[in-house]
């Protein structure tokens, strides 16, 4: 550490088992886990202060080679005072405006916040945060070591010491510097043309109308001293201080991380979202096309907590045009077999900036098309929950194992600690399709009849009532020919096509054209469905006859796929047709069509339409968990792919694997079932065999060790 070691120590909380692996699934690719904040009561006492939400994962990142700012004021200690303003805006898409309420105009503190005055304005959150450790000592070694002083003409620099007055202006390339101190007054402007990194073993300085700034907002101002900006200076730059006060009319335009900030007279801070472009994203990753067919490819320029920054465009460009070439909208084209790198870099205008994210392209030979597929019935006789599992024998007898806290086994046992790690038998015969939701269970008998347990605060059970269930409770006397669990609302079709939802609504997944929930039935639609799935976060997709498809529900992420994101209570058309198979994971869908293509749309990405990902599949059985997702091909072999902090993949290693998939099984595999975190699957001598999650049993091995390959379980046939 050097200059300064902001520490902070952070409050220890105890979660239940199921509350810590449900956060799990929700970071980075399943959703976000709002952080835990502490509002000061001085904040509270601010009529003029507006505080919202905080829904962010991470307080800033830092690493040996850069500081990454998400805050217009990071600090430990805070004080502010007199016309003080906090905001936030996005360079990239036009000028400041006073008072811009993003969620950039923020106010991030530590130990304290002190606020004198009501005439304080900051229009994004205050949150009190675990810590402000910063560690610059990698960046002044190397700005020591290697830095550009040597092009600053004399006049301006004196031991190490740079200063500018009255009316001088000095222009530098952009780069490293190292200083061990700056002073800026009068009119002088000192101006980077491009991203640098100053680095100051000192105090810094800007007063009367002095200026610091680049073109863009890519300057990080990194001091072990103390940084002042008074009467009407201005910093364009993310400033690191030990110590940093803007007084009078002083402004940074930028964001503040220190150990102390001082905020007084007419000051402000703004806080440039640009400050905090991270990265590019492109997808898909990878992709497989024929000779003459298409792929859109799309990319998105985001922060450090993982938002998109808008208005920023990209370039395409293709490593080798003879096997394929992109148009500057990302839509790729096969030219000839072989294996191209399709590369988007972020532009704009004005602005030098160097992130760039790359695709794989493989192109294979066009010829005839030889895959088909026709709708996939998996066969219901395995299903994976939140923190359960439910099989049922070829005898008929329908068998559930692990979490059983609100009685989703079946068995008439319910409450905290009840779990089973070995199958118990829950219904004798007659069963002949089973669907484990979150924390419910729903199972169809010969005779048509629908019988559900468990969970039943939002009404799932669908029973009329709210009461949870720890035995089977019948919902339909007949006709029912498939079920599907959600999370917390469950869906049913019956023989003559019709599809009916019930249970938690507040994103308008029953799809009724209400926000209400429902403990009862309720008919979504008359006729032609074939098939449902329900997302673990509360979306619902359905398949019609001629294979067309129709979504509803929480749409966030663009999971949906109607091209918005915003949620829909009543079912959206989404494909027109060949749709075989559809699963629905946390915050995402996976399509299958009949030309054995992949479809995806929603999840980490945020991606609001169908994007074929890729082509040629042959899958015959397909699923999604909370945060992974498998499918098995014609030749018996198991794929997975995603999160995998919990051995869900079944590839040995506990590695997550985004946009690609790694084989579980080579041979022998049948049918795929995911539960949120734990995988099973029948082969085709009718074992089963389950692998991931088994916090609570659900894996029923007898165990609750977490496995990363595949386990037998049981013979199912």
Known sequence: ?????????????????????????????????????????????????????????????????????????????????????????????????????????????????????????????????????????????????????????????????????????????????????????????????????????????????????????????????????????????????????????????????????????????????????????????????????????????????????????????????????????????????????????????????AFK??????????????????????????????????????????????????????????????????????MSSGVVAVSAGGFHTCAIKQDGSLWCWGWNQYGQVGDGTNTDRNTPVQIMPGGVIAVSAGWAHTCAIKQDGSLWCWGWNQYGQVGDGTWESKNSPVQIMSEGVVAVALGWGGHTCAIKQGGSLWCWGWNEYGQVGDGTWESKNSPVQIMSEGVVAVALGWNSTVALKTDCSVWNWGGRTRINIPIMIMSGVPAVSICAGAGHGCMVMTNGSLWCGGHNEFGQLGDGTWETKFDILVQTMPEGAEVVYCGAGHTCSIKQDGSLWCWGANMFGQLGDGTDVNRNTPVQIMSIR
């Open 1 to 353: 550490m050097t200059g300064f070691n902001f520490k902070n120590k952070g409050k220890a909380f105890i979660f239940l088992a199921a509350v810590a692996f449900i956060s799990y699934l929700l970071i980075s690719g399943c959703g976000q886990v709002p952080q835990d904040k502490t509002q000061s009561s001085l904040i509270d006492k601010q009529n003029s202060i507006t505080t919202t939400d905080h829904n962010r994962r991470l307080f800033s990142k830092s690493s040996h080679g850069e500081i990454r700012f998400g805050y217009a004021v990071r600090s430990c200690f805070v004080k502010l005072g007199g016309n003080f303003l906090v905001d936030g805006y996005n360079s990239f898409c036009g000028g400041y405006k006073q008072n811009q309420n993003i969620s950039g105009g923020s106010v991030a503190y530590v130990s304290d916040i002190k606020i004198n005055g009501r005439n304080v304005r900051i229009t994004g959150q205050v949150v009190q945060v675990q810590t402000c450790e910063v560690d610059v000592s990698q960046i002044i070694d190397k700005a020591r070591q290697s830095n550009n002083n040597s092009v600053i003409p004399p006049q301006f620099i004196k031991d190490g010491k740079l200063k500018l007055e009255n009316n001088d202006k000095l222009t530098l390339p952009s780069g490293t510097y190292y200083f061990k101190e700056i002073k800026v007054s009068g009119r002088a402007v000192l101006e980077f043309s491009g991203p640098t990194t100053v680095v100051v073993e000192g105090d810094v300085s800007v007063d009367s109308q002095g200026q610091i700034k680049t073109n863009p907002v890519f300057l990080k101002i990194i001091s072990t001293g103390k940084v002042k900006v008074e009467g009407q200076g201005a910093i364009y730059a993310g400033v690191l201080g030990d110590e940093v006060k803007v007084d009078g009319k002083g402004q940074i335009f930028g964001g503040v991380i220190s150990r102390e900030f001082k905020g007084e007279g007419q000051g402000a801070v703004h806080f440039d979202k640009g400050l905090g472009l991270d990265r590019v994203e492109v997808f898909p990753s990878e992709v497989t096309i024929k000779v003459g067919e298409t792929v859109q490819l799309t990319a998105s320029a985001r922060d450090i907590f993982g938002n998109e920054i808008s208005c920023v465009v990209f370039e395409w460009s293709s490593s080798d045009p003879g096997v394929a070439v992109v148009d500057q909208n990302g839509l790729v084209q096969g030219v000839g077999e072989g294996r191209a790198i399709v590369s988007a870099t972020a532009k704009k205008e004005g602005y030098n900036l």
């Open 357 to 426: 994210e790359e695709a794989i392209v493989n192109v294979i030979p066009a010829g005839p098309v030889e895959c088909s597929l026709t709708l996939i019935r998996n066969a219901p006789v395995v299903s994976g929950g939140g923190f359960h599992t439910c099989a049922i024998k070829q005898d008929g007898s329908l068998w559930c194992w692990g979490n059983n806290f609100y009685g989703q086994l079946g068995n008439g046992r319910s409450g905290i600690g009840e779990m089973s790690s070995i199958p118990v038998q829950i």
